[in-house]
DNA sequence: CCTAAAACAGTAATCATTACTAATTTATTT
DNA sequence: AAATAAATTAGTAATGATTACTGTTTTAGG
């Protein structure tokens, strides 16, 4: 577990989800990899992500019609979710590392999150 | 539809999200009148959350153990969400009308939602 | 190679949300 | 107010993402 010698399977998904900026769902990981592995199960990425999350090795990002979007950038950044196409940007920014802490007295901060909903660019220029 | 004359039942729905500042679940909304209005249904709350969201009376704050969680204060501020208890707190500050746009050129931002994750207070001093 | 633990495939179960339909409520017209 | 049409609802069934379960396979160590 927490080595770094993960199984052939585990390996796949994290470098699935590593390599691609996508901020996919469980699905598109499972879809992905299952061209090139066909006896991959949805259930064995759905457990692994659940894992990778708890590691901090990936984050949740958003929730895009009832699908769970994931991040495997972690470093701290905003996003961009565009309503119509439901694409999800990265926005990095020279002060993403300092990010807010929350202003609640007594309270402890572990995340800080930053979304932009609204129309890409694609889509504005599309209609 | 556009007008102000809701149903007694949609009207119903509306207020116990407006009065509340508990960030509810369709569900938690419906328990909480189910108790005055035995046949109300689960449906109907869902449905009119739907339709107060297209019409900007309410907004999607964040997603908790797979529940969609709603605030009938539309006002934009931040919100605290503690992974401990599942409370969300309201974050208001001075600032919070001039939210920033996304800095993403010819991107158009509807919604700026920023959200901090962490253990709150009561959590932190139950340990 | 042997053995035990961990991980997996495949399927069934769960649970939030949505869709559907017949009945009820609301609005409109007389 | 009665008659009619449109909107809304209750109750239930369907959908779809996620999780749980079980028997099998893979992995790690000796």
């Not at 894992?51 to 950038?73: A, H, P, Q």
């Not at 196409?85 to 007295?105: E, M, R, T, W």
Request: include cysteine.
């Amino acid at each position: 577990m927490g080595g770094r010698n993960f199984s052939k399977k585990r390996q796949l998904i994290l470098d699935t989800i590593k390599e691609t900026d996508s901020h996919p769902s469980a699905r598109w990981v499972y879809e992905k990899l299952k061209a090139d592995f066909p006896d991959l199960s949805l259930g064995t990425v759905y457990r692994n992500i659940a894992l990778f999350k708890e590691e901090g090795l990936v984050i949740s990002v958003t929730n895009i019609d009832g699908e769970e979007r994931i991040d495997g950038n972690t470093h701290e950044h905003a996003h961009f979710v565009c309503k119509e196409c439901g694409c999800v940007y990265d926005i990095f920014s020279s002060n993403d590392d300092n990010a807010a802490q929350c202003p609640l007295a007594g309270f402890e901060t572990d995340r800080t999150v930053l979304t932009y909903y609204g129309r890409c660019s694609d889509c504005i220029n599309r209609e």
